[in-house]
């Protein structure tokens, strides 16, 4: 009995924590008409994105609010004809410049590569630059409302999590428990106010960066080995002395990720080892988030089957809390809350299993991404 009251507080003081961070501290950028007064170079890297850049694509083309708006396009290698779509789409915009990329030397990951070649050939007289990613589809203001946000925020890099678009059961289980796992875990305001790097947070699907402040991080140069580039470009922002800033862009961005299992399956494993570190390291964690979130619908049911209702009860209570913070989660960043919410067990269960793939795949030196090796 003594174990599952724990296991109620500690289920509590987590789902309160999502609940504050969701509601007080959690940054919301104006979706509505915004204008700002400066250059912004909007930078895509694209890698074989022939089947789905054109919806991106003529979003940054739609974009509001930015007289000065750039648009960089670096096409990495593709071999399905991305840059003819890019070209097709773009027409002669004399705002979108088109870049071939060059293979990563030695020592350099494709994505961190791939943006250093768009940031070195950006608009000089850009001041702020975003990098958007090819499954993103931005509203009308997301840039301008976006660059307000990391002024008034006086950030020197703000990430707006786009809405994750889910549209299969793998989607639903994995995708939600992006920012699950940091509205619940990280201290937003903390993090903001704090200069500790490790105390950090983005994401790369759409990101926005003050131009100097880039430049001074070393930018990504400084994270040019590194499977988490965007996390990693957030604390070398740290280091340098300049601060992050974490914002809900659901409703300036949506972002569907991975087209079906496999792609899903992949595109976690490569890079989950690099979320935890060492092996021991996830084991710990992935320990402690079975116990929390896994464990108490597998009580309750032991104690019905032996009659202890009051364990029961108080499992289910565990289980229940855990699948409101999950709730919380969804209905602050644009996602689906129900009934998906109630699948939290299993979606930690995932979790799990695709944390061990990482590892094990490492290991064998067998982790890749779009044709080349990650590790």
């Known amino acids: 009995?003594?174990?599952v009251l724990l296991l109620v507080a500690a289920v509590t003081a987590l789902t309160?924590?999502?609940?504050v961070n969701a509601t007080r501290w959690l940054r919301r950028p104006a979706d509505g008409p915004v204008e700002v007064a400066e250059t912004v170079a909007v930078l895509l890297p694209l890698r074989d994105e022939a089947a789905r850049v054109t919806p991106c694509l003529r979003a940054l083309l739609a974009q509001r609010g930015v007289p000065?708006?750039?648009?960089?396009?670096?096409?990495?290698?593709?071999?399905?004809?991305?840059?003819?779509?890019?070209?097709?789409?773009?027409?002669?915009?004399?705002?979108?410049?088109l870049l071939s990329g060059v293979a990563p030397p030695s020592g350099w990951?494709?994505?961190?590569?791939?943006?250093?070649?768009?940031a070195t050939r950006a608009d000089p007289t850009a001041t702020a630059l975003a990098f958007v990613d090819a499954d993103v589809v931005l509203a009308p203001y997301a840039v301008a409302a976006a660059v307000a946000e990391l002024r008034a925020a006086r950030a020197t890099l703000l990430s707006p999590y786009p809405r994750i678009v889910v549209a299969t059961a793998a989607d639903r289980l994995v995708q939600p428990?992006?920012?699950?796992?940091?509205?619940?875990?990280?201290?937003?305001?903390?993090?903001?106010?704090?200069?500790?790097?490790?105390?950090?947070?983005?994401?790369?699907?759409?990101?926005?960066?003050d131009r100097a402040g880039y430049d001074a991080a070393g930018g990504h140069a400084a994270v040019r080995a590194k499977i988490l580039e965007d996390i990693e470009l957030a604390r070398a922002v740290k280091r340098s002395g300049g601060r992050i800033a974490l914002a809900d862009g659901s409703r300036l961005a949506a972002c569907r990720m991975y087209a079906d299992w496999p792609?899903?399956?992949?595109?976690?494993?490569?890079?989950?080892?690099?979320?935890f570190g060492h092996p021991v390291a996830a084991a710990?964690?992935?320990?402690?988030?079975?116990?929390?979130?896994?464990?108490?619908?597998?009580?309750?049911?032991?104690?019905?089957?032996?009659?202890?209702?009051?364990?029961?009860?108080?499992?289910?209570?565990?289980?229940?809390?855990?699948?409101?913070?999950?709730?919380?989660?969804?209905r602050a960043t644009g996602g689906r809350w129900w009934p998906d919410a109630l699948g939290h067990p299993v979606s930690v269960v995932v979790l799990g299993w695709l944390t061990?793939?990482?590892?094990?795949?490492?290991?064998?030196?067998?982790?890749?991404?779009?044709?080349?090796?990650v590790s």
């Not at 309160?16 to 609940?19: E, L, P, V």
């Not at 990951?109 to 768009?118: E, M, S, T, V």
């Open 1 to 3: 009995m003594t174990g």
């Open 109 to 118: 990951l494709g994505k961190p590569h791939a943006c250093h070649q768009l």
């Open 263 to 275: 792609e899903l399956r992949d595109g976690y494993s490569k890079s989950l080892w690099a979320s």
């Open 284 to 330: 710990a964690v992935m320990a402690v988030l079975l116990l929390l979130y896994t464990a108490p619908p597998l009580v309750a049911l032991a104690a019905l089957a032996v009659g202890a209702w009051p364990v029961a009860a108080l499992a289910t209570l565990a289980y229940l809390l855990g699948a409101a913070g999950r709730a919380v989660t969804a």
């Open 68 to 97: 000065g708006l750039r648009i960089v396009v670096l096409d990495d290698g593709s071999t399905d004809g991305t840059a003819d779509v890019v070209r097709a789409v773009a027409g002669d915009d004399p705002r979108v410049t």
């Open 177 to 209: 428990l992006l920012q699950w796992l940091w509205l619940t875990f990280l201290p937003l305001r903390a993090m903001e106010r704090s200069a500790r790097p490790s105390l950090a947070a983005a994401g790369g699907q759409f990101l926005v960066v």
């Open 356 to 373: 061990l793939r990482s590892y094990h795949l490492r290991k064998r030196r067998r982790l890749s991404w779009r044709g080349r090796p």
């Open 16 to 19: 309160a924590h999502t609940w």
